[in-house]
């Protein structure tokens, strides 16, 4: 089902669009395409992208500094449309959801069970990114909104990299880049470029990881006196959780970050052999199956302890499943 968003949005004077915290590239890319579209097609209409404030490297894409992450007193919203994540993951702009008039959801991650009135949710989807850009009708698209799509797009999808890239998924991504943006050094500028204390962190969470279940996981932890200490932010630790799956042998890998006395976030990144949209959910986070998340309390050792027993769980019930439906090997986004 493809959503007709000018259609849901016909007659709107105030539009509100948000998503998850922690934006990461897919997030913003996606909020910002959708509010340039928006914009365009009404421009009469009141359109406001709420965001919890988005990485630096994200600057050069039109919207960037229109992105309200202050949340203050705002009229209901005659349409309030949440991407990339369920209504109750954004934060403060969740009380614009709650009094707006009409919701719409749109996401591509498996957990997310339609959280407005109108859903549009599609988990075999690599990114909300390539969503939008099925929205986006083809007189509107312009090298701006290409832009910030094809951001979403490389970022969910590691650089076409993971096994959510689909032909469909290089088709757009040829469309865009069609529009003549200095796509090579987007790419390395908002994906592979590390700022040289996020490079030193993510030295330090490499050095200090340790691997368990016979190397089939590792683990690295950051603590908040770590953070401090280089003066880094949730944002610049992007990235390290994939470098330790690269580690030959890993199947999982879990980083972790300290957010409170007893209390972690954590990433999970894994490989066909788990599912760690299941990990994550059993602990009432989600994601996709090779890369969610969730919050857990604990000391260190309580929380790699509870994840073990989960990922070991997961990782039986795919060897058997793989065991019984031969040449099957459970792939999917
Ligand atoms: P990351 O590890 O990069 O923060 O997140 C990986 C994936 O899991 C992303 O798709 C992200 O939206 C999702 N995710 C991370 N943390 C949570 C969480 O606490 N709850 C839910 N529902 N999803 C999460
Ligand atoms: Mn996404």
Redesign the pocket.
Known sequence: MKLNILKECEGAGRIGISG?V?P?GDCVGACLALWQYLIKCFPEAYVRVFLEKPAAIFGELKGFGEIDSEYGEEDPFDVFIVL??SAD?IGGAEKYFRAAKKTINIDH?I?NRGSGQVNWVEPQVGSTSELICDLVEEGSMDRELAMALYVGIIHDTGVFQYSNTTPDTLEKAARLISYGFDFPRLVRETFYQKSYVQAQIMGRALMESVRFMEGRCIVSVIDRKTMDFYQVEPKDL?GI?NQLLNIEGTDCAIFMYQTGVLEYKV??RSNEKVDVSRV?GYFG????MR?????LQGTFHDCVNNLSLQIEKSMGQIEKSAGTTEGKNGQSV
């Open positions: 998850h922690r990461d990339d994540s993951r991650h957990s992007d959780v990433s999970l994550a986070g989600g994601g996709h890369a969610a998340g969730c919050t």
